[in-house]
C-alpha cells in the first residue's frame, strides 16, 4: 500500500492526475456566467503586499534589548521577508513550522475567496491566464497572502499543461517569451511553483533556463516535486534563487480518512526537520478540511502556519 503510493508520487503522476484528469473543481453554477472578468490590472493598479502590521526586530535591536517576559503575537498574515534572516536564537527555540501551498487557482473565484479567508498565511499558486486569476492575486496580496505563479510544465504522461506552459521543445528563444508571458500574465508574483512538470523537472539544462529569468526577477521557486529526479532545487541553488520543496500532497486521495493520514504526516515531518511544506488543491474536500484544521492548530498540534517565504533557503 504504502510503497504503491510512494511509487505515484515517484513517478510523478499524482499533481498531474488530479490537476489533469480530475481537473478543477466545478465552478458553482451561480457564478458561472462569470465570463472573463479577470482583465489585467495596470501594474500599478495592483497593490503589493502590505507593510506587516508589527515592524520585525533587526538582529541589532534583538541583541541590544533582552527578550520581554511575554511573546509579541505576531499575525498570522504577516508578509515575510523574501528570504529569511539568519534565525535569531529565540527563533532556535520556536515551534515547528508549516506552509501551506494551494495549488491550481485561478480558474474558480468562490474556491480563491475560501483559501483567501483561511485563518493562515496559506499561498495561492495561480494559474496563468485563468479566469480568475488577476482578482484573486489582488485580494490575496491585500489580505497578505502569498501569490505563486503555478506555471504548467510538460509532464511525462503527455497531458495536456495549459496556456502559458512550458515544454522540452521549444527553443530558448520560445522558452523565454512563453516564460515572460506567464510571468506577466497576472501581479503581484512573488514565486513560482511547478503545475505537473515531471519531464520538464528532470531536464537541468531547462531548469537553468528557468531559474535564470527568476533570479533576474528576483523571484523564488517551490519544487512542487512531481518527479524524484528533479533538478529544479539545484538549478535554482546554482542560480541563487531562494527555494523549497514540497514534502507532502494533502489530498491525492480526498476521502477524510486520507487527508488526515497526510496531514499527519506532514505534521510529523515538520516536527522532524523544523519545517514542512504541504501542497493541497481547490477541492471542496480540501478546503473544508483545512476550514476545520487550521483554527487553534498552534496550540493543539504545537506546529506553527508560517508563509511559504518563511521556509525559503533552510536547508532542507
Ligand atoms: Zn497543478
Known sequence: MAAALLAALLLGCSDDESAGSAGEPAEPSAAAPAADTAEPLAPEAASALPEPALPVPSVADQAATPAPAQVPVLPLEEPAPLISPLPLESEAEALPMLSIIIDDVGNSRAAGERIIALPAPVALAIMPFTRNAQVLATLAAEAGKPVLL??????????????????????????????????????????????????????????????????????????????????????????????????????????????????????????????????????PETLSFLERQLPELESREGVQLVSVQRLLSRPH
Open 150 to 283: 503555478h506555471l504548467p510544465m510538460e509532464n511525462l504522461a503527455g497531458l495536456a499543461i495549459g496556456e502559458g506552459g512550458l515544454d522540452t521543445g521549444m527553443s530558448r528563444a520560445e522558452f523565454d517569451a512563453q516564460l515572460q508571458a506567464s510571468l506577466n500574465a497576472f501581479t503581484p508574483i512573488q514565486g513560482v511553483n511547478n503545475h505537473m512538470g515531471s519531464k520538464l523537472t528532470a531536464n537541468r539544462e531547462r531548469m537553468d533556463w528557468l531559474m535564470a529569468r527568476l533570479a533576474a526577477r528576483q523571484l523564488f521557486f517551490v519544487d512542487s516535486r512531481t518527479n524524484k529526479e528533479t533538478q529544479a532545487a539545484f538549478a535554482a541553488q546554482a542560480a541563487g534563487v531562494p527555494n523549497v520543496s514540497r514534502d507532502v500532497f494533502l489530498d491525492n486521495e480526498r476521502t477524510q480518512v486520507e487527508l488526515e493520514r497526510e496531514f499527519r504526516l506532514v505534521l510529523a515531518r515538520a516536527r522532524k526537520q523544523g519545517a514542512a511544506v504541504l501542497i493541497g488543491h481547490p477541492y
